[in-house]
C-alpha cells in the first residue's frame, strides 16, 4: 500500500518539481568532479625540469593573437605586419605559412631568415612583437574576486592573485594550483616560495591561455 502511494506521488510531480530534482542531481555530479579534481597528482613548480611547460627562458614568445613586425632589410615585398592565427601561424609572402607561436622573435627571424635566402643572398631579419595578446586566466577558490580575468603575456601567479583581489581569511596560501588542459599539467605554488628569494622558478612560470588557478 505504501509503495502505490509513493509511486502515485511522484506521478504527480510537476515540471517545476523534476526541474528542480534534475538540477540538484546535476550539482551534486559538479561536486563529485571537482572533489575527485582537487586529489590530482601534480608537480612542485620549483621542481620543474628547465624544458617543461611553462618555464621558457627569459625573453618574450610569441603567442597567439600576437601582432608581428617582421623586417627584411633591403626588401619591402618580404617586410611587413604579420597576426598569429588561432593555429599559430603566419603567412608571408614568397615564403607562404609558417609556425610562429611559442617561438621567441629571435628564433623566428632566424628561421624566416634560411628560408628566403633562396631570394636574397645574405639576409638580414628582425621579428618585433608590436602587440601582445592578453591571456584569459581561470582563478577560483579562497581568493576575494573568483572569475575570468585578462592579464598581460609575461604575468606571473603574483600577478594573478593581485587581480583577483588576493587571498580570503580561509586561503592555504601553501595549496595554489594551476592546471592546464593541454598538455595536461597540474602545478603546486607555495605563496612563500613565490615571495622569497630561489623561488624563481615559481614566480618566473608562464601562465597560458585558459590556464586554470584555484586557491584552496
Known amino acids: 500500500m505504501r509503495t502505490r502511494w509513493r509511486n502515485a506521488k511522484a506521478r504527480r510531480l ?3 518539481q523534476k526541474l528542480a530534482r534534475g538540477a540538484w542531481v546535476l550539482f551534486v555530479g559538479l561536486l563529485l568532479l571537482v572533489g575527485c579534481g582537487a586529489h590530482d597528482p601534480y608537480v612542485w613548480a620549483q ?6 611547460p611553462g618555464t621558457a627562458s627569459t625573453g618574450d614568445v610569441i603567442g597567439v593573437g600576437d601582432l608581428l613586425d617582421i623586417r627584411v632589410y633591403g ?25 610562429a607561436a611559442g617561438k621567441t622573435p629571435a628564433a623566428l627571424a632566424q628561421e624566416i631568415q634560411m628560408r628566403v635566402q633562396q631570394y636574397i643572398k645574405v639576409p638580414a631579419v628582425t621579428v618585433g612583437i608590436d602587440e601582445a595578446h592578453t591571456l584569459n586566466i581561470v582563478v ?7 572569475g575570468v580575468i585578462q592579464v598581460p603575456r ?3 601567479i603574483l600577478a594573478v592573485l593581485a587581480l583577483a583581489g588576493g587571498f580570503t581569511e580561509n586561503a592555504d596560501r601553501e595549496s595554489i594550483y594551476l592546471k592546464r588542459q593541454r598538455p595536461p599539467l ?15 622558478a615559481a614566480a618566473g612560470f608562464r601562465l597560458e591561455n585558459g590556464d586554470v588557478v584555484t586557491v584552496e
Do not use: C, M, W
Open 14 to 16: 510537476g515540471p517545476v
Open 47 to 52: 621542481s620543474l625540469p628547465p624544458t617543461a
Open 75 to 99: 626588401n619591402a615585398d618580404l617586410s611587413g605586419k604579420a597576426r598569429v592565427r588561432a593555429d599559430g601561424r603566419i603567412t608571408l609572402s614568397l615564403v607562404g605559412d609558417i609556425a
Open 140 to 146: 577560483l577558490g579562497e581568493v576575494a574576486r573568483p
Open 154 to 156: 609575461q604575468a606571473g
Open 186 to 200: 597540474r602545478v603546486r605554488f607555495s605563496y612563500h616560495t613565490l615571495t622569497t628569494l630561489g623561488g624563481e
